[in-house]
């Protein structure tokens, strides 16, 4: 399935299905990005990143595409399971200083 | 290994009561450190940050302050409490010549009634 994340703020899957969470970003002066998973009640906890001198970055079961033509970032979770259901984060930062900019976040549920 | 912890886990504090939350890092010396807020259901807003001690950056203005007195301490205070302050408060940390990857600690939950 697949979701908007500043649009769609939910998405729900079945187990084992692939997962594709979307961000939308606004300044081209963005560098660097990075994804953020957080469980209820938890702080955020880091997923992946990608410089913008990337298009693709994987990680175990995780994949980051960078579009920055259209200034898109997307996170792909294969074959996902119960312990992924939690709100997943976008951030992007500009080339300088140290200041994150979070999106508003997606709802990622996984049914059983 | 670097970890970071926050105290207290809940807190319920009346209105026009002060507040003193407190965030430590161990494992790593001179970090970046941040203090976010969160509302329910939604995305972090930025509040301080501080890339030494006693150097604090202010994100928004409000009733709210911070202070860094040791180099991997960090505190988030108040003199009196508005309702509006009620959320989920968030430390995080990142290395200071690198600054990007920002790493949370377990959050603060304030209930201002």
């Known amino acids: 399935g697949e979701s908007v994340g500043l649009h769609l703020p939910t998405l729900s899957v079945q187990e084992g299905d692939n997962s594709i969470i979307n961000c939308a970003y606004s300044?081209?002066?963005?560098?660097?990005f990075i994804w953020y998973k957080q469980e209820s009640g938890k702080g955020p906890q880091f997923i992946i990143d990608?410089?913008?001198?990337?298009d693709k970055r994987q990680g175990q079961r995780v994949t980051v595409l960078l579009n920055k033509t259209v200034k898109h970032l997307s996170l792909q979770i294969a074959a996902t399971q119960p312990g992924d259901s939690a709100v997943y984060f976008c951030?992007?930062?500009?080339?300088?200083?140290?200041?994150?900019?979070f999106g508003e976040g997606t709802q990622l549920t996984v049914n059983p | 290994s670097q970890t970071i912890h926050q105290w207290p886990a809940t807190l319920v504090q009346p209105v026009g009561s002060p507040l003193s939350l407190e965030c430590t890092v161990e494992g790593t010396s001179n970090p970046n450190l941040y203090w976010y807020r969160q509302a329910a259901g939604r995305g972090l807003q930025l509040l301080f940050y501080?890339?030494?001690?006693?150097?604090i950056s202010s994100e928004v203005p409000q009733n709210l302050s911070a202070s860094r007195p040791q180099d991997r301490q960090f505190i988030l205070s108040s003199k009196k409490l508005l309702l509006s302050d009620s959320g989920f408060y968030l430390c995080a940390w990142s290395v200071s010549w690198d600054g990007v990857s920002q790493y949370f600690g377990p959050g603060t939950r304030l209930l201002v009634l």
């Open positions: 501080s890339v030494g001690i006693g150097q």
């Open positions: 951030a992007e930062k500009e080339t300088s200083g140290s200041r994150l900019t």
């Open positions: 990608i410089r913008s001198n990337m």
């Open positions: 300044n081209s002066a963005s560098d660097y």
